[in-house]
Protein backbone atom coordinates (compact mmCIF):
# COMPACT_ATOMS: atom_id res chain seq x y z
CA UNK A 1 0.00 0.00 0.00
CA UNK A 2 1.39 3.24 -1.30
CA UNK A 3 1.60 5.60 1.73
CA UNK A 4 -0.49 8.71 0.73
CA UNK A 5 -2.75 6.59 -1.09
CA UNK A 6 -5.38 8.04 2.14
CA UNK A 7 -5.69 11.12 3.67
CA UNK A 8 -5.18 9.65 7.45
CA UNK A 9 -3.52 6.13 7.04
CA UNK A 10 -2.43 4.39 10.25
CA UNK A 11 -0.48 1.31 10.50
CA UNK A 12 -0.09 -1.56 13.06
CA UNK A 13 -1.06 1.07 15.72
CA UNK A 14 -0.85 0.51 19.55
CA UNK A 15 -2.92 3.04 21.73
CA UNK A 16 -1.80 3.94 25.26
CA UNK A 17 0.61 4.98 27.53
CA UNK A 18 3.94 4.46 27.98
CA UNK A 19 3.79 2.86 31.23
CA UNK A 20 0.58 0.81 30.35
CA UNK A 21 -0.74 -1.82 28.36
CA UNK A 22 -1.98 -1.32 25.04
CA UNK A 23 -5.75 -0.46 24.98
CA UNK A 24 -6.36 -3.35 22.42
CA UNK A 25 -4.03 -4.78 19.49
CA UNK A 26 -2.56 -3.21 16.93
CA UNK A 27 -4.83 -2.14 14.33
CA UNK A 28 -4.24 -1.05 10.20
CA UNK A 29 -7.03 1.58 8.80
CA UNK A 30 -7.84 4.10 6.39
CA UNK A 31 -9.79 6.85 5.17
CA UNK A 32 -10.64 8.55 1.85
CA UNK A 33 -11.49 11.77 0.55
CA UNK A 34 -15.16 12.58 0.98
CA UNK A 35 -15.96 9.66 3.12
CA UNK A 36 -17.71 10.54 6.81
CA UNK A 37 -16.13 8.17 9.00
CA UNK A 38 -18.01 7.01 12.83
CA UNK A 39 -15.69 6.40 15.46
CA UNK A 40 -17.87 3.76 18.01
CA UNK A 41 -16.62 2.07 20.79
CA UNK A 42 -17.80 1.82 24.46
CA UNK A 43 -16.78 3.74 27.35
CA UNK A 44 -12.88 3.84 28.32
CA UNK A 45 -12.04 1.75 25.08
CA UNK A 46 -9.70 4.35 23.54
CA UNK A 47 -11.66 6.68 21.60
CA UNK A 48 -10.59 10.32 22.42
CA UNK A 49 -7.03 8.58 22.46
CA UNK A 50 -7.03 7.48 19.07
CA UNK A 51 -8.99 11.62 17.62
CA UNK A 52 -5.97 12.79 20.03
CA UNK A 53 -3.28 10.17 18.03
CA UNK A 54 -4.49 11.05 14.75
CA UNK A 55 -4.56 14.55 15.56
CA UNK A 56 -0.40 14.51 16.62
CA UNK A 57 -1.20 15.43 20.11
CA UNK A 58 -0.51 11.88 21.65
CA UNK A 59 1.85 9.46 20.47
CA UNK A 60 0.65 5.72 20.29
CA UNK A 61 2.83 3.15 21.51
CA UNK A 62 3.60 1.53 18.83
CA UNK A 63 3.35 2.10 14.67
CA UNK A 64 2.84 5.21 13.04
CA UNK A 65 0.02 7.05 11.84
CA UNK A 66 0.26 9.00 8.28
CA UNK A 67 -1.37 12.43 7.10
CA UNK A 68 -1.50 12.80 3.19
CA UNK A 69 1.44 10.45 2.90
CA UNK A 70 4.13 12.33 6.22
CA UNK A 71 4.28 10.74 9.67
CA UNK A 72 1.59 12.95 11.77
CA UNK A 73 4.81 13.02 14.01
CA UNK A 74 6.70 14.84 11.85
CA UNK A 75 4.08 17.84 11.04
CA UNK A 76 5.11 20.85 12.83
CA UNK A 77 2.09 22.75 14.38
CA UNK A 78 1.34 24.78 11.22
CA UNK A 79 1.56 22.26 9.17
CA UNK A 80 -0.90 20.16 11.24
CA UNK A 81 -3.01 23.69 11.55
CA UNK A 82 -3.56 23.30 7.69
CA UNK A 83 -4.02 19.51 7.47
CA UNK A 84 -6.32 18.98 10.13
CA UNK A 85 -8.93 20.79 11.74
CA UNK A 86 -10.64 19.60 15.37
CA UNK A 87 -13.84 19.77 16.85
CA UNK A 88 -13.39 18.94 20.85
CA UNK A 89 -16.46 17.56 22.77
CA UNK A 90 -16.63 20.68 25.12
CA UNK A 91 -18.24 24.05 24.12
CA UNK A 92 -17.17 27.48 23.90
CA UNK A 93 -18.93 29.84 25.42
CA UNK A 94 -17.02 33.25 25.34
CA UNK A 95 -18.76 36.83 26.17
CA UNK A 96 -18.30 39.97 23.94
CA UNK A 97 -17.08 37.45 20.77
CA UNK A 98 -19.75 37.30 17.97
CA UNK A 99 -20.08 34.30 16.04
CA UNK A 100 -18.71 35.62 13.21
CA UNK A 101 -14.89 36.86 14.73
CA UNK A 102 -15.23 33.32 16.31
CA UNK A 103 -14.80 31.33 13.35
CA UNK A 104 -12.71 34.08 11.53
CA UNK A 105 -9.78 32.67 14.69
CA UNK A 106 -9.70 29.97 12.47
CA UNK A 107 -7.97 31.94 9.47
CA UNK A 108 -4.66 32.45 11.60
CA UNK A 109 -2.64 29.42 10.59
CA UNK A 110 -2.94 30.77 7.00
CA UNK A 111 -2.07 34.56 7.74
CA UNK A 112 0.66 36.02 6.57
CA UNK A 113 3.24 38.24 8.50
CA UNK A 114 0.86 41.52 8.79
CA UNK A 115 -1.75 38.77 10.75
CA UNK A 116 -4.26 40.63 8.99
CA UNK A 117 -7.66 38.73 7.63
CA UNK A 118 -7.75 39.42 3.81
CA UNK A 119 -11.24 39.60 1.79
CA UNK A 120 -10.45 36.44 0.86
CA UNK A 121 -9.83 35.04 4.60
CA UNK A 122 -13.25 36.88 5.29
CA UNK A 123 -14.84 35.31 2.17
CA UNK A 124 -13.96 31.76 3.16
CA UNK A 125 -15.26 32.32 7.06
CA UNK A 126 -19.00 33.88 5.25
CA UNK A 127 -18.64 30.35 3.38
CA UNK A 128 -18.34 28.50 6.21
CA UNK A 129 -21.19 29.99 7.74
CA UNK A 130 -23.77 29.53 4.97
CA UNK A 131 -22.27 25.90 4.74
CA UNK A 132 -23.64 25.16 8.25
CA UNK A 133 -26.64 27.59 7.88
CA UNK A 134 -25.96 29.87 10.63
CA UNK A 135 -25.44 33.29 8.38
CA UNK A 136 -28.27 35.16 10.27
CA UNK A 137 -26.24 34.36 13.57
CA UNK A 138 -22.92 36.05 12.41
CA UNK A 139 -23.78 39.28 14.89
CA UNK A 140 -24.84 37.15 17.82
CA UNK A 141 -23.26 37.01 20.85
CA UNK A 142 -21.70 32.91 20.67
CA UNK A 143 -22.82 33.47 24.46
CA UNK A 144 -26.36 33.25 23.96
CA UNK A 145 -26.80 30.83 20.87
CA UNK A 146 -27.94 27.31 21.53
CA UNK A 147 -25.69 24.34 22.38
CA UNK A 148 -27.12 23.52 18.66
CA UNK A 149 -26.45 26.72 16.89
CA UNK A 150 -22.97 26.27 18.74
CA UNK A 151 -22.40 23.13 17.72
CA UNK A 152 -22.80 24.52 13.74
CA UNK A 153 -20.59 27.36 15.31
CA UNK A 154 -17.74 24.87 15.96
CA UNK A 155 -18.01 23.06 12.77
CA UNK A 156 -17.96 26.41 10.67
CA UNK A 157 -14.36 27.32 12.79
CA UNK A 158 -13.22 23.79 11.38
CA UNK A 159 -14.77 24.52 8.05
CA UNK A 160 -13.15 28.16 7.84
CA UNK A 161 -10.12 26.29 9.15
CA UNK A 162 -9.85 24.89 5.72
CA UNK A 163 -7.96 21.40 5.81
CA UNK A 164 -9.50 18.61 3.66
CA UNK A 165 -9.70 16.46 7.28
CA UNK A 166 -12.08 17.40 9.95
CA UNK A 167 -12.30 15.44 13.46
CA UNK A 168 -14.89 16.15 16.31
CA UNK A 169 -14.71 14.33 19.81
CA UNK A 170 -18.73 13.51 20.22
CA UNK A 171 -20.49 16.29 18.11
CA UNK A 172 -23.77 15.34 18.83
CA UNK A 173 -23.62 14.59 23.03
CA UNK A 174 -25.34 17.42 23.93
CA UNK A 175 -27.85 17.72 21.42
CA UNK A 176 -31.54 17.08 21.07
CA UNK A 177 -33.07 14.27 18.96
CA UNK A 178 -33.69 16.67 16.11
CA UNK A 179 -30.00 18.21 15.98
CA UNK A 180 -28.38 15.12 16.51
CA UNK A 181 -29.69 13.97 13.34
CA UNK A 182 -29.58 17.28 11.83
CA UNK A 183 -25.80 17.39 12.92
CA UNK A 184 -24.82 13.78 11.39
CA UNK A 185 -26.72 14.71 7.97
CA UNK A 186 -24.93 18.20 7.88
CA UNK A 187 -21.57 16.10 8.64
CA UNK A 188 -22.24 13.56 5.74
CA UNK A 189 -23.17 15.74 3.43
CA UNK A 190 -20.02 18.33 4.00
CA UNK A 191 -17.77 14.86 3.31
CA UNK A 192 -19.89 14.08 -0.11
CA UNK A 193 -20.39 17.26 -1.38
CA UNK A 194 -16.96 19.13 -0.26
CA UNK A 195 -14.39 16.24 -1.06
CA UNK A 196 -13.92 16.13 3.14
CA UNK A 197 -12.25 13.50 5.27
CA UNK A 198 -14.63 13.25 8.76
CA UNK A 199 -13.63 11.32 11.47
CA UNK A 200 -16.16 12.11 14.85
CA UNK A 201 -16.80 9.80 17.85
CA UNK A 202 -20.38 9.01 18.84
CA UNK A 203 -22.54 6.93 21.07
CA UNK A 204 -25.40 7.41 19.21
CA UNK A 205 -24.73 3.89 16.92
CA UNK A 206 -28.14 3.94 15.17
CA UNK A 207 -27.53 7.75 14.11
CA UNK A 208 -24.31 6.39 13.03
CA UNK A 209 -25.37 3.23 10.84
CA UNK A 210 -27.73 6.11 8.77
CA UNK A 211 -25.68 8.39 7.82
CA UNK A 212 -22.07 7.04 7.94
CA UNK A 213 -19.87 5.74 5.10
CA UNK A 214 -18.00 4.04 7.47
CA UNK A 215 -17.79 2.72 10.86
CA UNK A 216 -14.62 2.32 13.12
CA UNK A 217 -15.70 -0.20 15.84
CA UNK A 218 -13.49 -0.31 18.92
CA UNK A 219 -13.78 -3.71 20.62
CA UNK A 220 -11.09 -5.33 22.86
CA UNK A 221 -9.67 -7.82 20.20
CA UNK A 222 -9.17 -4.78 17.64
CA UNK A 223 -10.75 -2.30 15.77
CA UNK A 224 -13.20 -3.24 13.07
CA UNK A 225 -13.35 -1.34 10.04
CA UNK A 226 -16.49 -1.34 7.31
CA UNK A 227 -19.75 0.04 5.82
CA UNK A 228 -22.32 0.25 8.89
CA UNK A 229 -24.34 -3.25 6.99
CA UNK A 230 -20.85 -5.02 6.68
CA UNK A 231 -20.94 -5.03 10.48
CA UNK A 232 -24.29 -5.99 10.66
CA UNK A 233 -24.17 -8.45 8.36
CA UNK A 234 -20.97 -9.70 10.09
CA UNK A 235 -22.26 -9.76 13.63
CA UNK A 236 -19.78 -6.90 15.06
CA UNK A 237 -23.00 -5.13 16.57
CA UNK A 238 -24.16 -7.84 17.93
CA UNK A 239 -20.26 -8.64 19.56
CA UNK A 240 -20.63 -4.61 20.81
CA UNK A 241 -23.58 -5.23 22.76
CA UNK A 242 -22.51 -8.33 24.33
CA UNK A 243 -22.71 -8.41 27.75
CA UNK A 244 -25.70 -5.95 27.95
CA UNK A 245 -29.30 -5.69 28.19
CA UNK A 246 -29.84 -3.93 24.63
CA UNK A 247 -30.45 -6.06 21.51
CA UNK A 248 -29.88 -5.63 17.53
CA UNK A 249 -32.47 -6.44 15.33
CA UNK A 250 -31.03 -7.41 12.00
CA UNK A 251 -34.51 -6.86 10.12
CA UNK A 252 -35.19 -3.46 10.90
CA UNK A 253 -31.61 -2.34 11.76
CA UNK A 254 -32.73 -1.01 15.16
CA UNK A 255 -31.36 -1.49 18.70
CA UNK A 256 -34.09 -2.39 21.64
CA UNK A 257 -34.22 -3.56 25.24
CA UNK A 258 -33.74 -7.06 26.23
CA UNK A 259 -37.40 -8.20 27.08
CA UNK A 260 -38.56 -10.87 28.55
CA UNK A 261 -41.81 -12.29 28.19
CA UNK A 262 -44.00 -13.16 30.85
CA UNK A 263 -47.45 -14.40 28.69
CA UNK A 264 -48.29 -14.81 25.43
CA UNK A 265 -50.91 -12.63 23.47
CA UNK A 266 -52.36 -13.17 19.86
CA UNK A 267 -52.32 -10.13 17.72
CA UNK A 268 -54.62 -9.44 14.75
CA UNK A 269 -54.41 -6.13 12.84
CA UNK A 270 -53.07 -4.60 9.62
CA UNK A 271 -51.37 -0.86 8.31
CA UNK A 272 -49.27 1.58 11.56
CA UNK A 273 -51.68 0.93 13.87
CA UNK A 274 -50.87 -2.81 13.54
CA UNK A 275 -46.87 -2.04 13.96
CA UNK A 276 -47.20 -0.14 16.94
CA UNK A 277 -49.09 -2.42 18.90
CA UNK A 278 -47.03 -5.06 18.63
CA UNK A 279 -44.16 -2.71 19.96
CA UNK A 280 -45.99 -1.80 22.57
CA UNK A 281 -47.36 -5.37 23.79
CA UNK A 282 -43.85 -6.26 23.60
CA UNK A 283 -42.95 -3.49 25.63
CA UNK A 284 -45.44 -4.32 28.58
CA UNK A 285 -44.48 -7.87 27.95
CA UNK A 286 -46.01 -9.98 25.76
CA UNK A 287 -44.75 -12.53 23.72
CA UNK A 288 -46.51 -12.14 20.88
CA UNK A 289 -48.46 -14.76 18.57
CA UNK A 290 -49.64 -14.49 14.98
CA UNK A 291 -52.35 -17.51 15.77
CA UNK A 292 -53.28 -19.68 18.73
CA UNK A 293 -55.75 -19.84 21.85
CA UNK A 294 -56.31 -17.39 24.97
CA UNK A 295 -55.80 -13.72 24.96
CA UNK A 296 -56.38 -11.88 21.68
CA UNK A 297 -56.26 -8.45 20.31
CA UNK A 298 -57.56 -7.38 17.46
CA UNK A 299 -56.96 -3.66 15.62
CA UNK A 300 -59.04 -1.93 13.38
CA UNK A 301 -58.31 0.82 11.84
CA UNK A 302 -60.76 3.46 10.53
CA UNK A 303 -60.18 6.07 9.17
CA UNK A 304 -57.85 8.10 11.51
CA UNK A 305 -58.97 6.38 14.18
CA UNK A 306 -57.91 3.05 15.63
CA UNK A 307 -60.37 0.57 18.24
CA UNK A 308 -58.86 -2.61 19.51
CA UNK A 309 -60.90 -5.56 20.96
CA UNK A 310 -58.96 -7.68 23.91
CA UNK A 311 -61.01 -11.60 23.83
CA UNK A 312 -59.60 -14.70 25.57
CA UNK A 313 -61.13 -18.04 23.89
CA UNK A 314 -63.49 -15.81 21.54
CA UNK A 315 -65.35 -14.08 24.56
CA UNK A 316 -64.62 -10.78 24.14
CA UNK A 317 -63.47 -8.54 27.56
CA UNK A 318 -63.01 -5.20 26.56
CA UNK A 319 -62.62 -2.55 23.48
CA UNK A 320 -60.41 0.54 23.92
CA UNK A 321 -59.43 3.52 21.28
CA UNK A 322 -55.81 4.30 22.63
CA UNK A 323 -52.69 1.94 23.24
CA UNK A 324 -52.62 3.52 26.53
CA UNK A 325 -56.18 2.64 27.54
CA UNK A 326 -55.12 -0.66 26.00
CA UNK A 327 -51.92 -1.26 27.78
CA UNK A 328 -53.50 -0.48 30.99
CA UNK A 329 -56.86 -3.05 30.79
CA UNK A 330 -54.41 -5.72 29.67
CA UNK A 331 -51.99 -4.74 33.06
CA UNK A 332 -55.30 -5.31 34.96
CA UNK A 333 -56.09 -8.66 33.15
CA UNK A 334 -52.56 -9.87 33.78
CA UNK A 335 -52.07 -8.87 37.97
Not at 45 to 53: A, D, F, N, P, V
Not at 244 to 268: C, H, P, T, W, Y
Not at 286 to 307: A, P
Request: charged share 25%; net charge neutral; hydrophobic share 40%.
Amino acid sequence: MQKGTFSVSIQNVELGYSKGKPLLPKFSVDTHSGELIALIGRNGIGKSTLLRSIMGLQMPMSGAIYVDGVPVSKLCRKQKSKALSFVPAESVRVANLHVRDFVAIARFPHLGWTRTLSATDWEKVNYALALVNISHLAQRDIATISDGELQRAMVAFALAQDTRIIILDEPTAFLDLPNKFEMVSLLSDLAQNNGKTIIYSTHDLQGAIHEADTIWMMLKDGLFSGAPEDLALNGKFEKFLADSEVLFDMGSGLFRNQRRSSKAIVFEGEGRAAIWTVKMLERIGFDVKSDGEGLKVMSNERGNSTEWTVTNNDNQLFKTHTLYELAQKLREVNS
